[in-house]
């Protein structure tokens, strides 16, 4: 299993680098061109949910990939202050919908405001 951390500032113009990136460590893997895709609107998901959730920008989000022989697992972190709006509710939430349509397991902490999901190799 290989360990990667990315920490990389919570602007939108910085989401190709963080598609790229989880791109091409999906593609190292194996993943193919189907499930690699899927990875990558999952964590472009990810990213906007907290770009939009959390006003503040002026931390990083922390991108964790544990990437395994046959599964990728990713966690996302937004290190700012703030708590996530109350006004958002996840069941009804699009994003999280499409994560949990595209991943084979996902999981929310919003009180330590991380997100991390899993997908396995075909």
Do not use: W
């Amino acid at each position: 299993m290989d360990n990667i951390l990315l920490k990389i500032p919570k602007k939108s113009e910085y989401m190709s680098t963080i598609r790229l990136t989880t791109s091409a460590l999906a593609n190292l893997n194996g993943f193919n061109i189907d499930e690699i895709e899927d990875i990558k609107v999952i964590i472009s998901e990810i990213c906007t949910f907290f770009i939009k959730s959390i006003i503040d920008n002026t931390e990083d989000l922390e991108i964790k990939y544990q990437v395994h022989r046959d599964k990728i697992i990713v966690s996302i972190s937004d290190l700012n202050d703030g708590q996530i709006s109350e006004k958002i509710n996840l069941n009804d939430d699009m994003s999280i919908m499409i994560i949990e349509s595209l991943s084979d397991n996902y999981n929310y902490d919003l009180n330590n405001k991380t997100i991390s999901f899993e997908k396995i190799k075909l």
